[in-house]
């Protein structure tokens, strides 16, 4: 369901969907450059049930992957770059994934070589997956913080994000005049499932935050605290 919803809300009213320090981007625009993500996903190999690992600096970029990821059907598995390559490691091993995006650690390809936010007039066919079934599949996996033994990753499937997103809204009272703010790192739950979905919406318009506030950031000298 997530993989058509930008299309669906662009058909709907054209408008600003995310603004991002200077940068906004209407619906129309996220889904021709998640689009442009999608084709680099299966030109790079990942296919329907497949788990892509990320660290992206780019908040925006992070957004674009997450819908590139759900039109080709895998599954999305951000990470604490604060965590360091040890925790990478293990993820990788957890998950076995068939690509990691990495804009911190040099241990996969870039986001800028799968991510172009200035794509356009880009198409892609995907299956649409409406059935209460598919909607059950795994869109992410999330990982513990580990604090009382290994960290554990937590399926979360399509319809839990689908639900949050329309329970967001009814509880806040949102409406197309209103903007969201994330001030989450988008590997977190409360980011990502702010950011995204809402962003999204079939019926209401949102905005994630503005550059620094939702930019995970791994440029202090000790990233371990």
Avoid at 94 to 119: F, H, M, N, Q, T
Wanted: a positive charge; glycine letters at 6%.
């Amino acid at each position: 369901m997530l993989e058509g919803v930008l299309a669906y809300r662009a058909r709907i009213a054209d408008s600003i969907a995310i603004e991002q320090s200077s940068r906004s981007f209407t619906f129309s625009e996220l889904e021709a450059a998640s689009n442009y993500v999608a084709r680099r996903l299966l030109e790079m190999g990942v296919r329907r049930g497949d788990r892509v690992v990320t660290l992206i600096r780019d908040p925006l970029s992070h957004v674009l992957t997450f819908f590139g990821v759900r039109k080709v059907g895998a599954v999305l598995v951000p990470i604490n770059p604060r965590l360091g390559r040890s925790f990478l490691d293990f993820v990788v091993k957890d998950v076995s994934p068939v690509l990691v995006i990495d804009d911190y650690l040099a241990s996969g390809v870039k986001s800028e070589d799968i991510v172009r936010p200035d794509a356009r007039d880009y198409s892609f066919t995907y299956e649409e997956r409406l059935s209460l079934d598919e909607t059950k599949e795994p869109a992410m996996i999330l990982y513990t913080g580990g604090t009382t033994g290994l960290p554990k990753g937590a399926i979360i499937p399509e319809s839990a994000i689908i639900w949050n997103s329309i329970i967001t809204i009814l509880s806040w009272g949102l409406t197309s005049r209103d903007c969201t703010v994330v001030s989450l790192p988008l590997y977190h739950t409360g980011g990502v499932e702010r950011a995204a979905p809402p962003a999204a919406s079939r019926w209401r318009q949102s905005r994630p935050a503005r550059g620094r506030q939702v930019r995970p950031r791994l440029d202090h000298k000790d990233a371990s605290r």
